[in-house]
């Protein structure tokens, strides 16, 4: 039972890091036996102790903010929203305290619909893109052979030092 308590399971169950089956493993040891009962118990009041020394306290002047902040909250008037529906003779919206008025917000959309000026923006920055692209390309490939000559030109200048 000692070389199952060393084993490391433990540790792994307590940091909430064991397996589905390694924890009902542990739980199952944990009735069976009051030796891993025992282990289990000592580990969590390690952790404990533990996680409080390296806790970092709060500064003074937060928890009367938190405290103001749930007075607040608990001092709001308890509002209830008003229910609206279109009337059907007039087309102006009015009040309405039917249960059965909801707006279905659930749709079987699986693609996200945009304005259809969005589009032609869209179409234009991925064109101007691949434009720029294009030049990017262009350019790196000009100052590539450009330093290709260049140390090509050295090289000459350098030869006809040399013969002269």
Known sequence: MQEYINSGILETYVL??????EAREVL???EKYPEVKDALLELENDMERLA???????????????AHEIN?????????PQL???SVDKGEKTNTDSKSQYIDIESEATHMRIHKVWRWVFA???V???IFLGFAIYYYLENRQMNEQVNELKTELKQMKSTK
Request: net charge negative; with cysteine; glycine share 4%.
């Open 16 to 21: 909430g890091c064991a397996s589905e089956q």
């Open 28 to 30: 199952s040891m944990k």
């Open 72 to 80: 607040e909250i608990v001092l709001r008037e308890q509002f209830q």
């Open 52 to 66: 409080a020394s390296m806790a970092i306290d709060p500064p003074d002047n937060l928890w009367p903010q938190i």
């Open 84 to 86: 609206y529906r279109e």
């Open 128 to 130: 101007l893109g691949k």
């Open 124 to 126: 234009a920055v991925f």
